[in-house]
């Protein structure tokens, strides 16, 4: 830990007022920025970013009707379905994505939920993908408490499981499945001892109210997640909101600023939505408070930077991949006590991904 960061800071807050995030994004964007940047600061050395690489192990043809998503079945994307990959591909991937530099790997499958019959292999997935030194995440739709524990047993890390949006704005995007689906699977990753991802998406239509209801609703789960996605909406041909207006990126530089400032000690992951982005807005994230994103050159199904361009980014903003990760949200339960976290590498000291400029 740099000798700059803080243990002496305030309880996280699990009671934000919807009115004191809007607050907070109608402040003048420097003040905002100052504000999310000096909260960053106590926790985090600003410089760090922590890198993932994702793979789709299992691919289109989803039941559910996500009006964003590409890999749902009814909406023609020119997605095409396919069945769930064998472990040698899928650890094929990971040797790549470590060699890479990455030390976690996120593995995505197009389920509505697993079947009882999807958990062994993914749980064989898991446990092998681990034996190679890597850091597990998976998102695999809804989650019974079974499942949860099958897969903290085979040796998951991490489960991503969104939010998405505020609760009010939720069912103009998703209707084969409720809010409350989603906080009761963050309720069972959590009882069985995992850490959350969980965020949700920004462009999709919504108003800055709704953009301030996500985070509230994020920040007052019962623990802030470990990581916090926000995607920006990959506008995909095909689906139902292809066509929608941009977010004004000042707005999601904002979204990002007051998620730094709701879940000080959660990982806030620069996410979907990086390939359209400027460098100069891609910087400004970093500045609000942003400290993870995804590395490779794909997501799911859709494109991310290419690594060249992402080590360019990173020798040019003089950051680097983050070496070791303090947490101190194994405790779901937790006090939020300073220093009551564990230790652990999230990128390798040989990284090919480098920073600072020559
Ligand atoms: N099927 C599982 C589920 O929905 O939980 C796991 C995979 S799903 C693709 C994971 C997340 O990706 C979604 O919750 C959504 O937030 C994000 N996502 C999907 N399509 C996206 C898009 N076009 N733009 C931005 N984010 C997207
Ligand atoms: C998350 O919040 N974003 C990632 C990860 N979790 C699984 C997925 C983004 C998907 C973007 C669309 C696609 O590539 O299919
Ligand atoms: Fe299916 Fe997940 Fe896409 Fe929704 S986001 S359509 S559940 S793959």
Known sequence: MSAHISNDTPALRH??????LLALFDLPL??????????????FDPAEVQVSTLLSVKTGGCP????????????????????LMSTEQVLAKAQQAKAAGASRFCMGAAWRSPKDRDIPKVAEMIREVKALGLETCATLGMLSSEHAHALKDAGLDYYNHNLDTAPEFYGDIIHTREYQDRLDTLGHVRDAGMKTCCGGIV?????REQRAGLLQALANLPAHPDSVPINRLVQVAGTPLHGTAELDPFEFVRTIAVARIAMPKSMVRLSAGREGMSDELQALCFLAGANSIFYGEKLLTTGNPDTGRDQALFARLGLRPMAVQVENSHDHHRTDAPGSGTVHADITASAPLRGRAA
């Open 64 to 83: 559910e009707d996500c009006a964003y998503c590409p890999q749902a079945q009814r909406y023609d994307t020119g997605v095409n379905a396919q069945k």
């Open 203 to 207: 462009g999709m239509g919504e108003s």
């Open 15 to 20: 009671d934000w007022r919807r009115e004191e």
């Open 30 to 43: 420097p003040e905002l920025l100052h504000r999310a940047a000096s909260v960053h600061r106590r926790h």
